[in-house]
T-cell receptor, first 113, second 114 residues
Framework: LAKTTQPISMDSYEGQEVNITCSHNNIATNDYITWYQQFPSQGPRFIIQGYKTKVTNEVASLFIPADRKSSTLSLPRVSLSDTAVYYCLVGDRATSGTYKYIFGTGTRLKVLA | DSGVTQTPKHLITATGQRVTLRCSPRSGDLSVYWYQQSLDQGLQFLIQYYNGEERAKGNILERFSAQQFPDLHSELNLSSLELGDSALYFC?????????????FGEGSRLTVL
């Protein structure tokens, strides 16, 4: 059973870089690592996805070590509007072959002025 | 706008009643997923469909059922409602099923059971 572990909450100040680490010790060979952002009463929104090494897009970077048992989402220069819950997601493939996307508890990021 | 449409946005009903939540996936997406999110809780995976067929089941109660129609829209039926069923219900869609897919979420249907 694929499972992710993240810090429950983090505080940061505007303009700082924020790094959120996710542990996924049982990640399967074919699993991708995906991060989502969720604001209150809204649906989660895709941030970034990676398989190995480093991935960067216009909003974030994702660092994945060689053993892929963890990953770190990096948000450069956060602003107040980045206050949200961030979810790390890996797949959960059952022995039957079915594949589920199971969200963990997420990290509640609060950006302070 | 994710392209996923959920109706109704808000629904208030009484215990014991039955409701149907509807989801229209993004154009071209074959997979539909349903999630439940209670107040200040995480997202609980309920069920997934791919091109009309059930593909994966999560913590879905026997009082709940879902289906995906030939036009790919999906409905989640909740019956014999209890107070604890009050939650946000999200639908998500993706092009495929399996690894590497990006999920696109709707804005959710907020169900209040009184």
């Amino acid at each position: 059973l694929a499972k992710t572990t993240q810090p429950i909450s983090m505080d940061s100040y505007e303009g700082q870089e924020v790094n959120i680490t996710c542990s996924h010790n049982n990640i399967a060979t074919n699993d991708y690592i995906t991060w989502y952002q969720q604001f209150p009463s809204q649906g989660p929104r895709f941030i970034i996805q990676g398989y190995k090494t480093k991935v960067t897009n216009e909003v974030a970077s994702l660092f994945i070590p060689a053993d892929r048992k963890s990953s770190t989402l990096s948000l450069p220069r956060v602003s107040l509007s980045d206050t949200a819950v961030y979810y790390c997601l890996v797949g959960d493939r059952a022995t039957s072959g079915t594949y589920k996307y199971i969200f963990g508890t997420g990290t509640r990021l609060k950006v302070l002025a | 706008d994710s392209g996923v449409t959920q109706t109704p946005k808000h629904l208030i009903t009484a215990t014991g009643q039955r409701v149907t939540l509807r989801c229209s996936p993004r154009s071209g997406d074959l997979s539909v997923y349903w999630y439940q999110q209670s107040l200040d809780q995480g997202l609980q995976f309920l069920i997934q469909y791919y091109n009309g067929e059930e593909r994966a089941k999560g913590n879905i109660l026997e009082r709940f059922s879902a289906q995906q129609f030939p036009d790919l829209h999906s409905e989640l039926n909740l019956s014999s409602l209890e107070l604890g069923d009050s939650a946000l219900y999200f639908c998500a869609s993706s092009i495929r099923t399996g690894e590497g897919g990006e999920l696109f979420f709707g804005e959710g249907s907020r169900l209040t059971v009184l």
